[in-house]
C-alpha cells in the first residue's frame, strides 16, 4: 500500500460544484502539504500544515480551503470550482526534518 | 525570496550519453537545494538533496547533481543515460524565510532519452 493516499485519482466536475480532495498517510509524520501541478509553472503550494492546529496558506490558497482532521489526514475543498483550477493536484508528507517530501500519486481534476 | 530556475523545458539524449539538467537558485544565505523526480501517472520522488559538504552529491538510480556556488548552480548529471531515466525532473530550495519548512519548486525539465 502506499505511504500517501490521495482520493479520488481522477474527478470531472462542473462549474460551482463543491469538491473535496482527500489524502491520508501511513508515514507518520506532522507535515503535510497541498500544491497544483500546471504545465510550464511547476508545482505551486495552496496549503500546508505543522500539525493538526497548524495550517497555514501557501502562495496560491484563494479559492480553496482546507481541514486537518487528524495527523494523518488533510483534505482540500473547492468551495466553488471554477475552470481555471482545473489541474494535477498532489499532496505531500514530511518529517520532522522538513526537507524530503513524500507525494501522492496525484488528482487529475478537471472543471467544465 | 528563495527561488530556482530551470532554464530547459526540455532535454533530449540518447542513450548510453552523458546527461545535465541545468538549474540554477537564488537565495538569501547558504542554499538547501534538492532534485526530484517525476515518472508518468506518479507523484514526485526525492532523487538528493544538498545541504553543506561536498560539492559533488550523489543520490537514487545513478544520478549527482554539483553544487557551484560561484555560479550559483546545481545541475543534474548521470554519466550514462538510460531510456528509462525519461521524466520530469524538478528542482527546489528550502524556503528559508519561514520557520516552517517548505519547499519552492522549479519549473521543472522533462528528460527524453532516445534509444
Known amino acids: 500500500d502506499a505511504d500517501v493516499t490521495q482520493t479520488p485519482r481522477n474527478r470531472i466536475t462542473k462549474t460551482g460544484k463543491r469538491i473535496m480532495l482527500e489524502c491520508s498517510q501511513t508515514k507518520g509524520h506532522d507535515r503535510m502539504y497541498w500544491y497544483r501541478q500546471d504545465p510550464g509553472l511547476g508545482l505551486r503550494l495552496i496549503y500546508y500544515?505543522?500539525?493538526?492546529?497548524?495550517?497555514n496558506k501557501g502562495e496560491i490558497s484563494d479559492g480553496y480551503s482546507v481541514s486537518r482532521q487528524a495527523q494523518a489526514k488533510f483534505s482540500l475543498s473547492l468551495e466553488s470550482a471554477i475552470p481555471n483550477q482545473t489541474a494535477l493536484y498532489f499532496c505531500?508528507?514530511?518529517?520532522?526534518?522538513?526537507?524530503?517530501?513524500?507525494f501522492g500519486a496525484g488528482t487529475r481534476l478537471s472543471v467544465l | 525570496a528563495q527561488s530556482v530556475a530551470q532554464p530547459e523545458d526540455q532535454v533530449n539524449v540518447a542513450e548510453g550519453n552523458p546527461l545535465t539538467v541545468k538549474c540554477t537558485y537564488s537565495v538569501s544565505g547558504n542554499p538547501y537545494l534538492f532534485w526530484y523526480v517525476q515518472y508518468p501517472n506518479r507523484g514526485l520522488q526525492f532523487l538528493l538533496k544538498?545541504?553543506?559538504?561536498?560539492?559533488l552529491v550523489k543520490g537514487s538510480y545513478g544520478f549527482e547533481a554539483e553544487f557551484n556556488k560561484s555560479q550559483t548552480s546545481f545541475h543534474l548529471k548521470k554519466p550514462s543515460a538510460l531510456v528509462s531515466d525519461s521524466a520530469l525532473y524538478f528542482c527546489a530550495v528550502r524556503d528559508m524565510n519561514t520557520g516552517f519548512q517548505k519547499l519552492v519548486f522549479g519549473t521543472g525539465t522533462r528528460l527524453l532519452v532516445s534509444p
Open positions: 505531500a508528507t514530511a518529517g520532522s526534518g522538513g526537507d524530503i517530501q513524500y
Open positions: 500544515s505543522f500539525d493538526v492546529k497548524d495550517i
Open positions: 544538498y545541504i553543506t559538504g561536498d560539492n
